[in-house]
């Protein structure tokens, strides 16, 4: 069963910064694109950025500018960096490995625990 693993996500205030990491096993991380998504509540899960295996990226419009999503392909370990964060950037945020690009990717695996952002004004 391949595990998702989602960590770093916590309380902070507008304005303030985190970075999420993404681990999974090597065979997974090495193939594929990896991407970032979260899901606010009452809302459907959407796109937040994607970098493929040679580190070209690609933001939403709501976070771009603000996001950086990149890969450590040592590690097997894909990070999304959060700055400027906003009220409305509140969800849980979830990785997975992509096939195609961008919004149009789709998740190839079951999705983990994800990790809760949570940012107050």
């Known amino acids: 069963q391949v595990q998702l693993v989602e960590s770093g996500g916590g309380l902070v205030q507008a304005g303030g910064s985190l970075r999420l990491s993404c681990a999974t096993s090597g065979s997974i991380f090495s193939r594929n694109a990896m991407a970032w998504y979260r899901q606010a509540p009452g809302k459907e899960r959407e796109y937040v950025a994607t970098?493929?295996?040679?580190?070209?990226?690609n933001y939403a419009d709501s976070v771009k500018g603000r996001f950086t999503i990149s890969r450590d392909n040592a590690k097997n370990t894909a990070y999304l960096l959060m700055n400027s964060l906003k009220p409305e950037d509140t969800a849980v945020y979830y990785c997975?490995?992509?096939?195609?690009?961008?919004?149009?990717?789709?998740?190839?695996?079951?999705w983990g625990q994800g990790t809760q952002v949570t940012v107050s004004s």
């Open positions: 997975n490995a992509v096939n195609g690009w961008g919004p149009s990717a789709y998740a190839i695996y079951s």
């Open positions: 970098v493929t295996r040679g580190g070209t990226t």
